[in-house]
């Protein structure tokens, strides 16, 4: 990660690198002077050929009728069958409807606070209270989402939960707040919040804290208030890790967490709570819709990397550094 | 010299993840009998129920082994999880010899279409295996696939459904045991504005529905009014046509009659929400809730609770109803009258040398002897014969608990259930088991039987279970009041347009050749 924070600071050589390119012989000294580099950096190859590239070779299925009694060779080839199925299927919109608002959400309001709270955190003198506050806002990244819907589920249960008796007194009227259709996302945007921000500002702490201090002193002289250093220097500064986790983020935006949506949703809220995941596991695992679901699972996949490549190329254009 | 030390752990991390991987890709073979040779053990999936699985030296099991005459090596998949990993092992290399299957998943047909399991409709017709022999042909048709037995059936009882209720609080009202759906409306309002706990403040409600998780036609307290309306039970045969239950209009008027029941409040308000596994019973009990429509054993389990409370008065608490006439007719809601089969892979089980010797253990671990063990544990140990009954050593409750959370998973009973009942522990308790027979004698005469149960659609195995999700989603906004009568139709024509005629259409042919 530093890598990539430092990137406007690229240019100043990484000390080892030598300053031509490597003939042939002098490559080859370099793999053995840092041989113990590599063969640390196994363990991640190893990991990523059988975890990630190697289940590549099963997603063939998505376009056979795949029955495991048959085994991958020997299921029948349908081609894009269950490709056209599943777009053709009214479930398709409502499924990519639910899956981009609940990603945007994340995106234009989880992560923003995310360098709100890092900025505060950073403005705080007292060194003891600034500890204090990171440590209590990293716990609940530590806690399972079981832990956090049933922790919801108590503080809203209907009539009885402290916060919606609060939020009934207010509106006057009972509502199921867990079976509300409209309730489901702020409540799913509030876990997050709760649950990933103070987690979220490690790395712009970690931005913020390399920023020269001489900028800060030479404006306090020329009479920059804190909302101007904020804005004119500190923010500046931190622009490059802001990009870069924005790119990483969109590249997760399809990947609306699982296990916090099917927990939350109900037969009252489905409409707005099914997203790409729990479709694929409901279709995949329970139902045993292998190919099916593998198709929706693909295609999930494939609209992730035109977003990623999308952003990436945005990022570009508008003069920032890309990833790649 | 850091780096020289780390070398040899990160080698190691290396070699472990590799190992790792031969182990979760190589073929372990389920039950050892790879090529045509005999058996030398039997691998059996099953769920299992109990707070834990029996422990792999457990009693029952070396008994149930010697029973079989081969080893019995169990796979004990949690239940909640069970439906998941069956099909996670069905797409896998480590296929046991003998699979607990619940439902009739898409995973499991197309596998046994493909020929993934052995068909044994004739093996179990041949007699060669007395304890297979089912005592009722009509469930054994209903566990096929389109007349195709694939498995042996575990048997259940075939009425379970029955309103519960709170006996008191009738008394406190002075109201009589409700015998229709009227009187059940009159008897949700009177326990929600009347005070039937006389404390002077209004503090219950009628009728107690949980979070129902599962699709339309599952049994719950939804399906069972449906089908007291004359809704039919899942499917309808209407004239020799099959239509499927929602579409008929007494479906619709039970479903008003359920939107009634909701939005006057006589039903606890996070219905959608609240939680089944504990939220049934506690309701109940603690005095919020009077009415349960679920299972008849759930008014032993509310008597065992209430009992706790006060050993006194417990036997005031709870009446057993059963199933109540509707507006149409007298009707009940059975069960399919088996939950799962064992079925039989021909990926592990390969010759039809080793399928008899399966059969042979299966019918074995049928026997009387091995009901007595699956079900009520080992005799002498934790439990004593009294007569006809088993009486429990309450200091071995826990063992007890894994046999009947456990092992009475394995067993069939096709041929009729011949393990001791427990004795009741006091003459309420007896009571209780004797009103329950009667209403079983009582409710099957009335019980409306799924036509369709043996037949499998095409379609239906491809998105039937998405294209059901969407009635029982529309059932349920429309007696919350989220959707009116025009979107309840919407979704029924949904259904129609993306699959359902299709089911309908194919469920008749299937239907007409089954006849």
Redesign the interface.
């Known amino acids: 990660m530093t890598a990539v924070v430092d990137v406007e600071q690229a240019g100043a050589p990484a000390p080892a690198a030598p300053p031509v390119a490597p003939r042939p012989r002098r490559r080859w000294a370099r793999v053995v002077r840092f041989r ?2 590599l ?2 950096l ?2 991640g190859i ?2 990523f050929l ?1 975890f990630r590239i190697w289940p590549m070779w099963g997603a063939q299925i998505a376009f056979k ?1 795949y ?4 085994g991958i060779q020997g299921s029948e080839w349908v081609g894009w069958e269950h490709f056209a ?1 599943f777009f053709s ?3 398709f919109p409502r499924l990519l409807g639910n899956t981009l608002i609940l990603a945007a959400l994340s995106l234009f309001v989880a992560f923003p606070l995310t360098i709100v709270l890092a900025l505060l955190l950073n403005e705080v003198r007292l060194s003891v209270l600034k500890r204090t506050v990171q440590t209590l806002v990293y716990i609940p990244h530590f806690l399972s989402w079981t832990v956090v819907v049933s922790l919801t ?1 108590l503080l809203f ?3 009885t939960g402290p916060l919606s008796s609060f939020l009934d007194g207010l509106t006057g009227t ?1 509502t ?1 707040y ?2 509300d ?1 409209d309730w489901f996302r702020p409540l799913i945007l509030l876990q997050t919040i709760w649950k990933s921000t103070g987690w979220g500002t490690i790395i712009f702490l970690a931005a913020l804290a390399s920023v020269d201090q001489e900028q800060y002193e030479a404006a306090v002289i020329d009479g920059a208030g804190r909302w101007q250093r904020t804005w004119h220097i500190t923010l500046p500064a931190i622009r490059p890790t802001i990009i870069v986790m924005l790119i990483l983020q969109t590249g997760e935006i399809l990947n609306t967490g699982f296990e916090q949506i099917y927990l939350m949703s ?3 809220n ?2 707005v709570a099914d997203v790409f995941d729990t479709y694929v596991y ?9 190919s ?1 679901s593998t198709a929706v699972g693909l295609s999930k996949a494939i609209v992730g990397l035109v977003l990623i490549f999308g952003t990436n190329w945005l990022a570009k254009r508008f003069n920032q550094q890309g990833i790649f | 010299m850091r780096t020289r030390r780390l070398a040899p752990l990160a080698l190691l991390a290396v070699g472990s993840l590799a190992l790792a991987a031969c182990s979760s890709g190589g073929s372990g073979d389920g039950g050892g009998g790879g090529g045509g040779e005999a058996l030398d053990s039997l691998s059996i999936m099953a769920p299992y129920l109990s707070a834990t699985p029996p422990e792999a030296d457990d009693k029952v099991g070396t008994e149930l082994s010697k029973i079989a005459g081969l080893d019995l090596d169990m796979q004990w998949v949690p239940n909640a999880e069970y439906g998941d990993r069956t099909n996670v092992v069905l797409a896998g290399d480590d296929i046991p010899d003998v699979m607990v299957i619940q439902q009739k998943s898409q995973g499991f047909v197309q596998t046994a279409e493909a020929g993934g399991f052995w068909d044994l409709t004739d093996y179990l017709a041949s007699g060669d295996y007395p304890n297979l022999v089912t005592e009722n042909p009509d469930v054994q048709q209903a566990s096929s696939v389109n007349g195709k037995v694939f498995g042996v059936y575990r048997a259940r009882d075939v009425v379970r459904t029955s309103i519960t209720i709170r006996k008191d609080w009738l008394k406190n009202l002075g109201l009589d045991e409700p015998t229709n759906t009227d009187e059940l409306m009159k008897v949700a309002k009177a326990f929600t504005e009347d005070d039937p706990d006389g404390n002077g403040k209004d503090d219950t409600y009628g009728m107690i529905i949980p979070a129902w998780g599962a699709s339309i036609g599952t049994g719950s307290p939804y399906d069972a009014i449906e089908t007291w309306f004359g809704a039919g039970n899942v499917w309808k045969d209407e004239g020799g046509k099959l239509v499927p239950s929602f579409t008929t209009p007494e479906w619709k008027q039970a479903l008003d009659y359920e939107k009634e029941l909701i939005q006057s409040g006589y039903v606890n308000k996070d219905y959608a929400t609240m939680d089944g596994t504990t939220g049934w019973n506690e309701p109940f009990v603690n005095g919020k809730g009077g009415i349960i429509i679920d299972v008849q054993s759930r008014a032993s389990q509310l008597a065992e609770l209430f009992k706790e409370q006060d050993p006194k008065t417990y036997d005031q608490k709870v009446a057993l109803v059963g199933n109540i006439a509707g507006p149409n007719g007298d009707f009940a809601l059975p069960t399919p009258g088996y939950s799962g089969f064992l079925a039989i892979p021909k990926a592990s089980v390969q010759t039809e040398d080793q399928l008899k010797q399966v059969l042979t253990a299966l019918d074995k671990l049928s026997s009387k002897d091995a009901q007595i063990l699956e079900n009520n544990g080992i005799e002498g140990d934790n439990f004593t014969v009294d007569g006809d009954h088993a009486v429990f050593d309450k200091s071995k409750q826990d063992f007890t608990d894994v046999v009947s959370g456990s092992w009475a998973q394995i067993g069939t009973n096709v041929g009729g259930f011949e393990a001791y009942k427990p004795k009741p522990e006091t003459e309420y308790d007896a009571e209780l088991e004797k009103e329950r027979a009667d209403l079983q004698a009582k409710d099957l005469k009335k019980a409306v039987f799924n036509p369709g149960a043996a037949l499998v659609s095409k379609t239906y195995m491809s998105n039937g279970v998405q294209l059901d999700q969407v009635i029982a989603d529309a059932r349920i906004q429309y007696i919350s009041g989220q959707i009116d009568e025009s979107g309840l139709d919407a979704a029924i024509a949904q259904w129609k347009s993306s699959g359902g005629d299709a089911v309908t259409a194919e469920m008749n042919e299937l239907y007409g050749q089954l006849g």
Not at chain 1, 67 to 70: G, S
Not at chain 1, 282 to 290: H, L, P, S
């Open positions: 113990w580099l063969v640390m196994l363990p190893l990991y059988l009728n029955v495991p009694f048959l199925e299927n009214p479930d589920a249960a209907i009539g009972e199921n867990l079976a259709p109900n037969a009252l489905r409409t409901f279709t995949g695992i329970q139902q045993g819709a292998y099916y």
